[in-house]
């Protein structure tokens, strides 16, 4: 079993940049898709990034395509999520999720129903 640490999140000036890293311990997760989600209150958890086992294939949310790059170092056993020009509607608690089911397509990967498959999350603050 991996476990996922988030760490990165704070309070950011709309147009402000943050990176947000999940990194895996227990268990490398090289072999493993990994995602991003992310969650306001009172609303569900939505897809924010996904890449694949090979950092070979991403894929975002529409409302975060040209602002956020996902990437992975496995010698660190990290993702990293950088973001920029960011915005009051990105504030959020953001999640990485592995094993993310994900390869080469570009399909919205669905969130993983094991709970052991989340981190405790980071939260985001964008203020205007």
């Known amino acids: 079993q991996v476990q996922l640490v988030e760490s990165g999140g704070g309070l950011v000036q709309a147009g402000g940049s943050l990176r947000l890293s999940c990194t895996a311990s227990?268990?490398?997760?090289?072999?493993?898709?990994v995602g991003w989600f992310r969650q306001s209150p009172g609303k569900e958890r939505l897809f924010v990034a996904a890449?694949?086992?090979?950092?070979?294939?991403?894929n975002y949310a529409d409302s975060v395509k040209g602002r956020f790059t996902i990437s992975r170092d496995d010698a660190k056993n990290t993702v990293y999520l950088q973001m920029n020009n960011m915005r009051p509607e990105d504030t959020a608690v953001y999640y990485c999720?592995?094993?993310?089911?994900?390869?080469?397509?570009?399909?919205?990967?669905?969130?993983?129903?094991?709970?052991?498959?989340w981190g405790q999350g980071t939260q985001v603050t964008v203020s205007s």
């Open positions: 227990g268990r490398t997760f090289s072999t493993f898709a």
């Open positions: 890449i694949n086992w090979s950092g070979s294939h991403t």
């Open positions: 999720a592995a094993p993310l089911s994900f390869g080469m397509s570009d399909d919205v990967p669905l969130p993983p129903s094991d709970p052991a498959s």
